[in-house]
Nanobody
Framework: VQLQASGGGLVQAGGSLRLSCAAS????????MGWFRQAPGKEREFVAA????????FYGDSMKGRFTITRDDAKNTAFLHIVSLTPEDTAVYYC????????????????WGQGTQVTVSS
């Protein structure tokens, strides 16, 4: 499956964004989906995950409350909605798919999108 992330951009602190992850060449419903982010000079960080069918969602400890992961399997697309953005959220955001029901572990993901840059100005 190929993943295409989009929706990033330059936004002022306090703003919001909705990132999209469109899948092609496969059926998204058969995968657990996740979002990760990587800031310059830092390791890739878990942001959020959603299980197959979307029954369960999981968030990184510092993400709870401002990040919402959803999926629309009919559209073969997953989403990450971020509110109250801060400059610390500046990073490249990656979506990924796992054959597991879900995972919080970056090593468990089989397919990755190319990333979308989110830059938050103060």
């Amino acid at each position: 499956v190929q993943l295409q992330a989009s929706g990033g951009g330059l936004v002022q602190a306090g703003g919001s964004l909705r990132l999209s992850c469109a899948a092609s060449g496969g059926t998204l419903s058969t995968y657990g989906m996740g979002w990760f982010r990587q800031a310059p000079g830092k390791e890739r960080e878990f942001v959020a995950a959603i299980s197959r069918v979307g029954i369960s969602t999981f968030y990184g400890d510092s993400m709870k409350g401002r990040f919402t992961i959803t999926r629309d399997d009919a559209k073969n697309t997953a989403f990450l909605h971020i509110v109250s953005l801060t400059p610390e959220d500046t990073a490249v955001y990656y979506c990924a798919a796992t054959s597991r029901i879900y995972s919080l572990n970056v090593d468990h993901y089989d397919y990755w999108g190319q990333g979308t840059q989110v830059t938050v100005s103060s």
